[in-house]
């Protein structure tokens, strides 16, 4: 996850060495000035450059449930099975077939794919991956707690043992990026190679690691030996942070840079005048205030009820988002399978808030809300429902932090926020990727249950879904799930916005991801 549509947010981070200039596997960057591919003189002619709002933790993709490093990792790395749109495909997996009793995964590799030193990929390094992060535990070994063991037959096959039926766990393996074995053991430190993997490469993807410079942009290169070989894509790949939507703007006039994911929203029209593509997508992404269940004033229900009354829905769509997404309907995008429109929705309604919390004899509360920082959306829904529920009587003090400070929040109780605003990016178009991660109770201060909610019920409906294989079914238990946490108001519902890239003229090839939500698949794009 990450701070906004534009941003981001996830569980778990290690912090990057200062400045550092990074030598990738493989080779360095092509030095300023020398020629492209095409042998172009100007280099710029064969280099694709997005700006970003906020650099990555880690280039280590073990935490690529994060979208800043998803970004990073997306280039450099593969994955056994990825999505195009909403479907499955094949990757270095050709093929993949659960046991009969669905507690077993056998599956068939490509037998041409090298790691950006010239070695081999083997079914031993996709064991080694497993293992790593079913040892970590963090990251994106939320989306991997089915994970029991894995067993190579030979260089291509191997079989994946689960610790129960887990019919996600194709979805599941679209975040797990391959990673060089021999490669990170030899440099695994202390820390199952956490500290190397943060600072280089140890991928087979279309490009390597070619530098980075701490909070100024990370570089890439092509590689030769990719398996599934160029045609137009860019020589070298460049992520500019540039955390101002303004500044992003004027990059993108000057041609200084080729996408931005952050231009105001005030800028669209203007720019898309002016010959720019404004790409505007659907997405599997809510904003959300998580109000925390435990030892808070919110763990009143009445309150968290009152409060869900209080905000302005319409305004929030028409005036922060303008136009480009709509109000949610409960805790599940609507864009996903098994989303039941008949969830009751609170809109806005500061008399019946106000009857609640009357009530219940609630009166002068004091709440602290948490934000992301230089978030567009998130600073102007805070400064909105701060100003709605003073009209009923709650005074509400913003608190805006920084993605990794909320992180560190969410580690204990003590410390959790009354209040605390973010989007869900879920890592896969499932319903098992929202009412699983966010609302079972085992992810409490271990993941993504941010407010700690905690309803058996839901457990049991949201756990047992995963080991039904018909959707029909599975869609019952999460239609059931969806009403019961609806009544449980343990979060404000606040917006499913759309995805909105600006794109210089000549572009080809972009398409936004909704698996992997604020970032962009390089090697699909082609150079105009």
């Not at 947010?9 to 400045?19: C, Y």
């Not at 990929?121 to 996709?126: E, Q």
């Not at 790949?237 to 200084?256: C, E, H, I, M, N």
């Not at 990794?404 to 605003?421: F, H, R, S």
Request: charge should be negative.
């Amino acid at each position: 996850m990450r701070h906004s549509p534009h941003s981001r947010s996830l569980l778990i981070s290690i912090t990057l060495l200062g400045s550092l200039a990074l030598a990738a596997c493989g080779g360095g960057a092509t030095p300023s000035g020398a020629a492209g591919a095409s042998g172009d003189a100007n280099p710029r002619t064969q280099t694709l450059i997005i700006a970003e709002n906020e650099p990555p933790a880690t280039f280590d993709p073990v935490q690529a449930d994060n979208s800043t490093v998803d970004e990073v990792v997306i280039p450099a790395y593969d994955t056994l099975i990825r999505y195009e749109g909403d479907t499955l495909t094949p990757s270095v997996a050709t093929e993949w077939a659960f046991a009969a009793d669905g507690t077993g995964l056998d599956l068939t590799l490509r037998d041409d794919v090298t790691f950006h030193d010239g070695t081999k990929l083997t079914a031993a390094d996709v064991q080694f991956t497993l293992d790593r992060i079913a040892r970590l535990k963090i990251g994106v070994a939320s989306l991997m707690s089915a994970y029991d063991s894995a067993t190579v037959t030979d260089d291509t096959h191997l079989t994946i043992k689960l610790k129960q039926p887990y019919s996600p766990f194709p979805a599941a393996l679209t975040r797990v990026y391959l990673l060089n074995s021999k490669l990170v053991q030899a440099n695994a430190g202390g820390d199952d190679g956490q500290a190397w993997l943060a600072a280089n490469d140890a991928g087979s993807g279309p490009y390597r690691l070619a530098g980075y410079t701490a909070n100024q942009e990370a570089k890439f290169t092509k590689y030769e030996g990719y398996w599934g070989g160029f045609t137009g894509q860019a020589k070298d790949v460049v992520f500019r942070y540039l955390p101002q939507a303004a500044t992003q703007k004027a990059a993108l006039q000057s041609g200084d840079i080729d996408i931005a994911m952050d231009i105001d929203p005030n800028d669209w029209a203007g720019m898309e005048s002016s010959g720019f593509t404004v790409n505007k997508a659907d997405t599997n992404v809510q904003l959300y205030v998580f109000f925390k269940m435990k030892d808070s004033a919110v763990a009143n229900k009445a309150l968290r009820e009152a409060i869900a009354y209080a905000y302005d829905y319409d305004q929030h769509v028409t005036a922060i988002l303008k136009g480009a997404g709509k109000k949610a309907v409960g805790v599940l995008p609507s864009t996903m399978s098994c989303f039941d429109s008949t969830v009751p929705q609170p809109g806005r309604d500061p008399e019946k808030a106000k009857s609640i919390l009357a009530a219940a004899g609630l009166k002068d509360v004091k709440l602290t809300m948490t934000y992301l920082k230089a978030t567009a959306e998130m600073e102007q829904a805070a400064t909105l429902l701060q100003s709605n529920l003073a009209e009923i009587g709650i005074t509400l003090n913003l608190e805006a932090i920084t993605y990794p400070q909320y992180v560190e929040k969410l580690k204990t109780n003590a410390t959790t926020p009354d209040l605390g605003m973010i989007y869900a990016f879920p890592p896969y178009p499932d319903p098992d990727s929202v009412l699983y991660l966010l609302f079972d109770s085992k992810f409490i201060n271990n993941g993504q249950n941010n407010g700690g909610y905690h309803n058996p019920e839901v457990d049991k409906l949201v756990e047992g879904a995963q080991q039904k294989t018909g959707l029909d079914e599975r869609c019952a238990a999460y239609k059931t799930a969806q009403q019961t946490i609806a009544a449980d108001f343990p979060s404000i519902n606040m917006s499913n916005p759309q995805y909105v890239t600006v794109l210089r003229a000549g572009l080809d090839g972009y398409t936004y991801q909704p698996s992997h939500h604020q970032t962009v698949d390089v090697y699909k794009i082609k150079l105009g």
